[in-house]
């Protein structure tokens, strides 16, 4: 029972391969054949006006034929050869130079012009093969309508027949599985291109999601903005108000009112704090420098500030550059015990150099979990480099370097 | 006197009007951005404009903007800009243009009532307010320049200065004299280089000096 099935299996697998091959006879001697054709024409008869022939029939036929053999091998064989998403390029000229260009091209070129005459020969041969193995292993059956003699002869031819018979499909799968491996190899993309167009899918949308995340920090930014602290504002002006005109309350009311209104000032100072912390809009309007100034100005040490960038970077890197300072900053003003702190912000070239030194008692550690290891996160995510220094004893010196453009 | 109010948020705007009321402002025009600022303005021409700095539709600088075009184009009317995180860029930018009639405060200001109606009347008056914050910081950060030469006392002067009292106001703050804050002033202005010429004048270049921002 087992074996009939493994026999019904192995008969199914040697018709589709052989069928397959049988296929691929008039699609590998396509091209070439034309190829062939069209340079004889224009050797022999020195007819250099049907040159651009020949050169049609590579422009038009390569992919063409490429795409037919595709489907021959998904539909016959059912495997799918690898390819690349072609990058979209709006201007024909451009995407026809990269198509020229491009080693995929030249590769499906020696496919079909080469290898393809090649394959042909050997899936005649396979072909043949299973010609002679059939009618080799029936000659016996025919043989009796033959003179005597030649029986001796048939029994010899079918024994050949049946020995081929039964070496016909490995023939067949082998040379199948090793056109196979050739198309991969040929007509589809290079391991080393997939890899390549995967870390540009990859790099893309991680700039999408940073993209994305920073939005949403201006987002939340703005509604708190328009939202929350309005109110709180209101609130604390209507407090300040009845403070100012109900001057003749009874003494335990003006004390909750004056409680109310140091509290509700107090809610705005935290509240700004935060949301400033997301997304200073001054860094929209009037980038780096003057929000960096204003960020410098907070803290309660002498800084001295440089920004020397010209230009304006992205937003984004704009954005990790502020968050940078403004986590260092926090971290000289809680752990540093410094005087002083120095900032600057270059760019060098193409890259933006973020630099904070204080005078402080260093021993900062970015591995050890702190607000550094996340600077150090934020920062790798726009491909930038994160240095600290900082000895025992100071001075301690954090250093980002972020590409400019994504 | 009558003032115009520039405010997006319609909850606060309604406390600003009673703010201003409060100060015995007769409020000509109450609007929620830029563009119905300036028409308010142009067609009421009123002494005084408060105006939020972050409006419709960018949601940005507009009101910095905004208080540019009115003090350029009607001197008269004084503008007191009002914003909810004080940036020095802003407070320059006024400045650099304007030396008079300007002011730049803290939303969060407007609750202490009193101070926040002695400000804006010294603005509407011809002279300046600016937040203390913006002082505070601004006396934090400038620490190598002719600044460092003066006393703590004298600090403290300037940075009442820069906020735009006047001599008794700044006497009342520091309970000193009069004649004590006079002293002080005149050591400020030995120690930053600025002449004896006109008095008053001298008061605004040493803020602008204590802002960094060339006097034009």
């Not at chain 1, 422009?59 to 690349?84: C, I, K, M, N, S």
């Not at chain 1, 410094?338 to 970015?366: F, H, M, P, Q, S």
Request: hydrophobic residues 50%; contains cysteine; glycine residues 6%.
């Amino acid at each position: 029972m087992r074996s009939s099935r493994t026999l019904r299996r192995a008969l199914l697998r040697a018709r589709r391969d052989t069928g397959f091959l049988a296929a691929g006879i008039p699609l590998h001697l396509a091209l070439a054949s034309q190829w062939v054709w069209g340079v004889t024409i224009v050797v022999k008869a020195n007819a250099w006006a049907v040159v651009p022939i020949p050169f049609a029939l590579f422009v038009v036929g390569v992919p063409a034929l490429t795409f037919v053999q595709r489907h021959r091998y998904r539909v016959l064989l059912g495997v799918d050869v690898p390819r690349l998403t072609p990058t979209p390029e709006r201007w024909w000229p451009r995407r026809a130079l990269r198509w020229l260009s491009s080693a995929q091209t030249w590769r499906q070129v020696v496919y079909h012009l080469l290898l393809g005459p090649l394959l042909a020969a050997l899936e005649l041969l396979v072909l043949a093969a299973w010609a002679v193995a059939v009618s080799g292993a029936t000659a016996c059956g025919w043989a009796w309508a033959l003179p005597g003699e030649e029986r001796l002869m048939a029994f010899f031819y079918t024994v050949v027949g049946v020995v081929l018979l039964c070496s016909a499909p490995w023939l067949a799968g082998a040379t199948a599985r090793t056109e196979t491996r050739l198309a991969s190899a040929l007509l589809g993309s290079s391991r080393n291109e997939r890899l390549r167009q995967r870390v540009e899918h990859l790099a893309e949308s991680r700039t999408d999601l940073i993209e994305a995340v920073d939005s949403e920090r201006r987002r939340i930014e703005r509604d708190l903005h328009d939202g929350t602290q309005q109110r709180l504002v209101s609130l604390a002006v209507n407090l300040g108000l009845a403070r100012a005109t109900l001057i003749d309350l009874p003494d335990d009311a003006r004390t909750a009112i004056d409680e109310a209104h140091r509290e509700a000032k107090a809610a705005i100072a935290e509240l700004n704090d935060l949301v400033r912390g997301l997304h200073p809009a001054v860094l929209e309007d009037r980038g780096l420098d003057a929000a960096l100034s204003g960020l410098a100005a907070r803290v309660p040490l002498p800084v001295r500030l440089r920004v020397d960038i010209g230009e304006r970077a992205a937003p984004i890197v704009e954005s990790v550059a502020y968050f940078v300072v403004s986590e260092a900053l926090t971290n000289v003003t809680k752990h540093a015990r410094a005087t002083r702190v120095e900032v600057t912000v270059e760019r060098i070239g193409k890259v933006l150099r973020v630099n904070v030194t204080d005078d402080g008692i260093g021993g900062a550690d970015a591995s050890a979990g702190s607000g550094l290891g996340g600077l150090a996160k934020r920062v790798g995510s726009v491909d930038g480099s994160f240095r600290v220094s900082s000895p025992a004893g100071g001075p301690t010196t954090l250093t980002a370097e972020l590409p400019c453009e994504l | 006197m009558r003032a115009v109010i520039a405010e997006d948020s319609v909850l606060l705007r309604v406390g600003l009007v009673k703010v201003l009321e409060m100060a015995g402002f007769e409020i000509a025009a109450d609007v929620g951005d830029a563009d119905a600022l300036l028409t308010a303005v142009e067609q009421h021409r009123p002494e005084l404009a408060l105006v939020d700095v972050r409006m419709p539709p960018r949601f940005t600088d507009e009101g910095v903007h905004a208080a540019l075009v009115i003090r350029h184009q009607w001197p008269r009317t004084a503008v007191v800009l009002l914003s909810q995180y004080v940036e020095e860029r802003y407070a320059a930018d006024l400045l650099t243009a304007h030396t008079s009639g300007v002011g730049y405060l803290l939303k969060q200001r407007v609750a202490d009532v009193e101070e926040f109606i002695a400000a804006v009347r010294r603005v509407a008056d011809g002279g300046t307010a600016l937040d203390p914050e913006v002082v505070a910081q601004l006396l934090l950060r400038r620490h190598s320049d002719p600044l460092e030469r003066l006393t703590p006392r004298e600090r403290e002067v300037l940075a009442l200065m820069a906020e735009g009292r006047s001599n008794a106001g700044i006497a009342e703050a520091l309970v000193v004299s009069d004649s004590a804050v006079a002293k002080h002033i005149n050591n400020i202005f030995a120690k930053l280089g600025l002449p004896a010429a006109d008095a008053d004048h001298r008061r605004v270049l040493a803020v602008l000096r204590f802002l960094e921002v060339p006097p034009n």
